[in-house]
C-alpha cells in the first residue's frame, strides 16, 4: 500500500491495563519504523540480557522514570515523538490504574486518536470500560481498539470476533460512537510484530488495515467537523518608542487561531462588550497573510479603535456564542486537597480568567462502573458533573463542539496550583 504525504502532526495515547502490552506496542512501533537511535537500542539490549531475556525488550523503550522500570507499570505520561517518512507523531503513553486517572485525562485532552489495548486472553475487562469512557468524556474522535496477544490464542479469528462484538455492544451505551467519531478494531501481537508495522502471515483473516496503516491515514485534528472562528486575545502590541510614524499608530492584538479561519475584510466582534469592525491586515511575525486558520499564533489588525485587552475573544460577527456567568461542565480533580464547596476558585478559560463559585454538583461518577453517585465534595481523581458562578463573564462553546474554547483549569487561589480540569457541556 502506498502511502501519500500528509504533513499533519497526529497526537494519539495507548492506554490498557497492566501488562496489556501498551510499552512493547510503542517499542515495537519505533523498533519497526526505524525510529531508535543505535546506542539507545544497546542499551536496552544489554538491560534485556541483565534481566536473562533472550530477545530484546521494547517496553524499556518507554518507561522513563526509574521507578517504572524497577515495578514493571506506567505511573507518569510519557510522551515519545517519532516520525515515519509521511507523517510526525506524538503518542503520549498514559497509566492504566485509577489512581493514575488524572494522568490519564491529562494526556487524553491533546489527543487526536486513542489506541486501547485489550489483552486477547482477558477480554473487555473493567479497565477498559475507564479508558474508553474517559476517552469519550474528552472528546477523542478516533478510538482504535487493538487486540493484542494474539498469539497467546493461536490468532484465532472468533476470539477476535467476540471481543470485538463485546466491545461495540458497550461502546453504544456510552455512546461513543456518534457524529464524526469512530471505532476500528485490530488484531495484534505486540511481541512478534504482527499486523503493527508489518502484517505478517499468521492472520490472513483479517482483511483490515495494519496499525500504522491506521495512524498514517487518520484525520487531522480540527478536521472531523466545521469549527468557528475564535481568537482568544494574548496581547495587544502598540509600540510607543518608534520613531516611525506609521508605527507609532499601530495596535495589533496578538494570539493564537483555536478554531475555525479568518480573511482580511471578515466582519468581526469583540467579546464581551460586543464592539463590531473588520479585519484590516493579518501578520504572522513579519509576513502579511490573506487568511490564517486554526493553531497559527497571529497578529490581527481592524479597520476600527476598539478597546480590547487580553482576555477578550474576536469571533466572527453572527457568531453563536454569549458570554455567561455560570457554566456546567464535567470535572476531574486533580488536586490532593479535596474541592470545599465553601471556597472561591478560579477558573482559567483560553486567555482569560474569573473567581468561581462552586453552584451544584449534580453527581460523580464512579469510573469502573459508570454509574452516577450523590457526593458533596470531590477527592483526588473524582470526575463529577457540577456547576460554577462566575464573577466574569466568559465567552464558552460546549467542549463537544469546540475542545479548545469548550476546556478550562481550575486553580486554588491561596498557592496557585491547578486543581481541576472541566469540559463544558
Not at 43 to 51: A, P
Not at 125 to 151: C, E, F, W
Not at 182 to 210: E, H
Request: hydrophobic share 40%; glycine share 6%; net charge negative.
Amino acid at each position: 500500500m502506498t502511502m501519500q504525504h500528509n504533513d499533519s502532526l497526529l497526537r494519539f495515547m495507548t492506554c490498557g491495563s497492566v501488562d496489556d502490552g501498551k510499552s512493547t506496542l510503542i517499542g515495537r512501533l519505533l523498533y519497526d519504523t526505524k525510529t531508535i537511535l543505535a546506542d539507545t537500542l544497546t542499551q536496552i539490549e544489554k538491560t534485556s540480557k541483565k534481566r536473562g531475556m533472550e530477545a530484546v525488550d521494547l517496553s524499556l523503550l518507554t518507561d522513563g522514570l526509574q521507578a517504572e522500570r524497577e515495578q514493571g507499570i506506567t505511573i507518569d505520561v510519557a510522551y515519545r515523538y517519532f516520525s515515519t517518512g509521511t507523517r510526525k507523531y506524538i503518542i503520549a503513553d498514559a497509566p492504566g490504574h485509577e489512581q493514575y486517572t488524572r494522568n490519564m485525562v491529562t494526556a487524553a485532552s491533546t489527543a487526536n486518536l486513542a489506541i486501547i489495548l485489550i489483552d486477547a486472553r482477558k477480554g473487555v475487562l473493567t479497565q477498559t470500560r475507564r479508558h474508553s469512557y474517559l476517552a469519550h468524556l474528552v472528546g477523542i474522535p478516533h478510538i482504535v481498539v487493538a487486540i493484542n496477544k494474539m498469539d497467546l490464542v493461536n490468532y484465532d479469528q472468533t476470539t477476535f470476533d467476540r471481543i470485538k462484538t463485546d466491545y461495540l455492544a458497550f461502546a453504544e451505551q456510552i455512546g461513543l460512537q456518534r457524529d464524526g467519531h469512530d471505532i476500528q478494531f485490530v488484531p495484534l501481537s505486540a511481541l512478534n510484530g504482527d499486523m503493527l508495522v508489518d502484517r505478517g502471515d499468521n492472520m490472513p483473516w483479517y482483511k483490515g488495515q495494519t496499525m500504522l496503516e491506521i495512524l498514517e491515514t487518520a484525520p487531522a485534528a480540527h478536521t472531523e467537523q466545521s469549527e468557528e472562528f475564535r481568537f482568544p486575545v494574548q496581547f495587544v502590541c502598540r509600540p510607543h518608542a518608534s520613531a516611525d510614524h506609521e508605527l507609532h499608530d499601530f495596535r495589533g492584538f496578538m494570539g493564537r487561531v483555536e478554531s475555525g479561519e479568518i480573511s482580511v475584510g471578515d466582519a468581526v466582534t469583540v467579546l464581551p462588550n460586543g464592539y463590531q469592525s473588520k479585519v484590516k491586515q493579518i501578520l504572522l511575525g513579519d509576513q502579511q497573510l490573506q487568511s490564517a486558520q486554526t493553531e497559527q499564533s497571529i497578529t490581527l489588525l481592524l479597520a476600527d479603535e476598539i478597546d480590547t485587552s487580553r482576555g477578550d475573544m474576536i469571533v466572527k460577527s453572527g457568531a453563536n456564542v454569549e458570554p455567561v456567568k455560570q457554566i456546567e461542565a464535567h470535572v476531574c480533580w486533580l488536586s490532593e486537597t479535596p474541592l470545599s464547596p465553601a471556597r472561591t476558585y478560579i477558573v482559567r478559560h483560553t486567555t482569560r480568567e474569573s473567581k468561581a463559585k462552586v453552584g451544584t454538583i449534580s453527581y460523580k461518577v464512579d469510573v469502573n462502573t459508570l454509574e452516577q453517585q450523590a457526593t458533596a465534595d470531590l477527592k483526588m481523581n473524582d470526575i463529577a458533573r457540577m456547576s460554577f458562578k462566575l464573577a466574569q463573564p466568559l465567552m464558552v462553546d460546549s467542549y463537544g463542539k469546540n475542545r479548545a474554547t469548550g476546556a478550562f483549569i481550575v486553580i486554588d487561589e491561596s498557592t496557585n496550583n491547578t486543581v481541576g480540569a472541566g469540559m463544558i457541556v
